[in-house]
């Protein structure tokens, strides 16, 4: 999967998708980015901890899978934006972000197409 374009393609889904990236194992992000425009609410340092801390989430979320199936997403809303996870693969978390008023069962409908699941 090119995930460059899969990024560019979610940017393109709504004017109100602010951040649309893949991180890596390390909390990194790889490929994708900030919406051009945007102000960024976390540092560099902030966004590297909050990508390590949901990829152990999504281990956590993968140990119960036997049990209740594969994770497809997962979403947090806070007072200044709704973040969406989507595991790509062990090792890549894509990851969304979106402005409070998004439609975000629109959104996140059209990534899962994208990303097939």
Known sequence: ???DKLCKEILDLD?????????DETGEIKFGGQREGITNLL???????????AMARWGLRNS?????GKGKYAM?????????TFPLDPDHLLLATT???ADHVRIISN???RINI
């Open 1 to 3: 999967m090119d995930y």
């Open 15 to 23: 004017s109100k998708v602010r951040f649309a990236g893949v991180c």
């Open 43 to 53: 540092t560099a340092e902030e966004t590297k901890k909050s990508n390590l801390q």
């Open 64 to 68: 119960l899978s036997p049990k209740v």
């Open 76 to 84: 947090a809303e806070y007072e200044k934006m709704k973040r969406i």
């Open 99 to 101: 402005e409070v008023d």
């Open 111 to 113: 990534i899962l197409q």
